[in-house]
C-alpha cells in the first residue's frame, strides 16, 4: 500500500516515529486535484478533493503491515482514520470541510515526542484508552520542548557526552516511566561503562506559598497524598503551599493564579518567582516552579479544589512565625514549602515594606 503522509506527518520525523520506516523512506510528493485542510491545533491535516489543486506532503511506498496498522492506530488516537483512494491510503476526518491548512513546524517537536509514548504503548492501550491519555503525555512533552531551549552547559553537550544503548518505555499514565541503558562522560574526560537508569517522567508544575504581607500570614493546603502512602508513611496527609501541573498552553504563572483560586480561593496580587527547580534529579524529571505569591487573606471565597481531580483539600492560615516554626519543628516537612518558607525569611522585610 502506499501512504500518503500530510500536515504535520507531512515532516519525515514524525512519520519515522509513527511508522517506524526510515525516514528517507518518504519521499515528498504532491497529490493532484486535492488541497489540505487542518482538522485540530496540532496541524495534523488530511486531503480532501480539489480540482486543479495540489496537496504537498509526504509518500511512503508500498508500505508494510506494521507501518499501515501503526498508522491506523495514532490517526485513531486524534480521530481521524485511514481511507484508501485511488491511488494512496491517506488520512480522512469527520469534520475536516471548510478548514483552511496551516504549516505548524514548531509544534511537530512536541508531536515527536507524544509519538514515541503513544507508539511504544500502541500494542499495549486501545485507541479509546490511549486517548484518555494525550493531555498528561502532552504536558510531558512540552515540557521537553521547553528544556530543550534552556541554556547549554558549555562543559558537557549532552549530544557528544551521553550514549543512549537502549530505551525502554514501562509504564505511561499521569505519569511516565523510561528506562535506559546510557554512556556518559565522567568528570575526568572519559566515558562511563554502560549503566542502567531510570526516571520518572512529569509535566511541568508550579507551586505558590500564598503570603499577605499587611497581616503577616500564610495559607497553606492539606491533602492526602497517595504516593507518600506507598512508601509506607504514616502521614500521608501533609501541608503543602498550593501546587499544580501547568495545563497545555498555560504559563507557569497562570497555573499559580488558578490553582490559588482552585485550592484555596485565593486573587494573587503579585508573584515574587524563585525560578524554575527539580525536586529530585536522580528520579524525577519534574521542572517546578516557585512563587511567593502576595495576596489578602481577609478575602478568602470557598475552594477545596477540583472534585473531577479527586482533591480533597483543607486550608488553613498560619502566622509567618508558625511557618518557620513548624520548619524547624519539621511538622512541615514537603521541600517546596521548606524552600519558599526560607526564601520568603530572607525577602519579607522587604514585601511588607511593598505593602
Known amino acids: 500500500m502506499n501512504l500518503f503522509l500530510c500536515g504535520a506527518l507531512g515532516h519525515k520525523a514524525l512519520a519515522a516515529e509513527v511508522t517506524r520506516c526510515a525516514p528517507d523512506a518518504f519521499v515528498a510528493y504532491a497529490l493532484p486535484d486535492h488541497a489540505l485542510v487542518t482538522?485540530?491545533?496540532?496541524?495534523?491535516?488530511?486531503?480532501?478533493?480539489?480540482?486543479?489543486?495540489?496537496?504537498?506532503?509526504?509518500?511512503?511506498?508500498?508500505?508494510?503491515?506494521?507501518a499501515v496498522d501503526r498508522l491506523r492506530y495514532y490517526l485513531a488516537v486524534f480521530g481521524m482514520g485511514l481511507t484508501e483512494g485511488a491511488e494512496h491510503g491517506f488520512a480522512t476526518h469527520p469534520n475536516a470541510a471548510g478548514s483552511t491548512f496551516?504549516?505548524?513546524?514548531?509544534?511537530?517537536?512536541?508531536?515527536i515526542q507524544m509519538a514515541g509514548e503513544i507508539m511504544a504503548h500502541h500494542t499495549r492501550f486501545p485507541v479509546e484508552e490511549m486517548a484518555n491519555r494525550l493531555m498528561p503525555a502532552r504536558m510531558r512533552a512540552e515540557l521537553w520542548v521547553k528544556a530543550q531551549g534552556e541554556p547549554a552547559n558549555p562543559d558537557h553537550d549532552p549530544v557528544r557526552d551521553v550514549q543512549v544503548e537502549t530505551l525502554h518505555r514501562p509504564y505511561m499514565n499521569f505519569f511516565a516511566a523510561r528506562e535506559m541503558d546510557l554512556r556518559f562522560r565522567k568528570q575526568d574526560g572519559t566515558m562511563s561503562p554502560v549503566v542502567n537508569r531510570g526516571g520518572f517522567l512529569l509535566g511541568e508544575a508550579s507551586a505558590v506559598l500564598p503570603y499577605?504581607?499587611?497581616?503577616?500570614?500564610?495559607?497553606?493546603?492539606?491533602?492526602?497524598?497517595?504516593?507518600?502512602?506507598?512508601?509506607?508513611?504514616?502521614?500521608?496527609?501533609?501541608?503543602?503551599?498550593?501546587?499544580?501541573l501547568v495545563d497545555p498552553g498555560e504559563t507557569p504563572e497562570q497555573t499559580a493564579h488558578r490553582e490559588a483560586m482552585e485550592e484555596?480561593?485565593?486573587?494573587?496580587?503579585?508573584?515574587?518567582?524563585?525560578?524554575?527547580?527539580?525536586?529530585?534529579?536522580?528520579?524525577?524529571s519534574d521542572r517546578l516552579n516557585l512563587f511567593v505569591g502576595l495576596t489578602d487573606l481577609t478575602r478568602l471565597v470557598d475552594a477545596s479544589g477540583v472534585d473531577s481531580e479527586g482533591e480533597d483539600i483543607r486550608r488553613e492560615i498560619f502566622s509567618f512565625y508558625a511557618l518557620m516554626d513548624g520548619i524547624d519543628s519539621q511538622r512541615f516537612?514537603?521541600?517546596?514549602?521548606?524552600?519558599?518558607?526560607?526564601?520568603?525569611?530572607?525577602?519579607?522585610?522587604?514585601?511588607?515594606?511593598?505593602?
Open 39 to 66: 482538522v485540530d491545533g496540532d496541524g495534523h491535516a488530511v486531503p480532501v478533493v480539489a480540482p486543479g489543486q495540489m496537496a504537498s506532503g509526504l509518500v511512503l511506498r508500498d508500505a508494510g503491515l506494521e
Open 264 to 284: 484555596a480561593g485565593l486573587t494573587l496580587h503579585h508573584l515574587e518567582a524563585l525560578g524554575p527547580t527539580h525536586g529530585s534529579p536522580g528520579a524525577l
Open 212 to 244: 499577605d504581607p499587611v497581616r503577616d500570614e500564610v495559607l497553606l493546603v492539606q491533602q492526602f497524598r497517595a504516593p507518600i502512602y506507598m512508601g509506607g508513611s504514616n502521614s500521608p496527609w501533609v501541608w503543602e503551599p498550593v501546587a499544580g
Open 333 to 355: 516537612n514537603i521541600l517546596p514549602l521548606i524552600a519558599l518558607g526560607l526564601w520568603l525569611a530572607r525577602h519579607r522585610d522587604r514585601l511588607r515594606a511593598m505593602a
Open 102 to 111: 496551516t504549516e505548524t513546524e514548531p509544534a511537530c517537536d512536541l508531536l
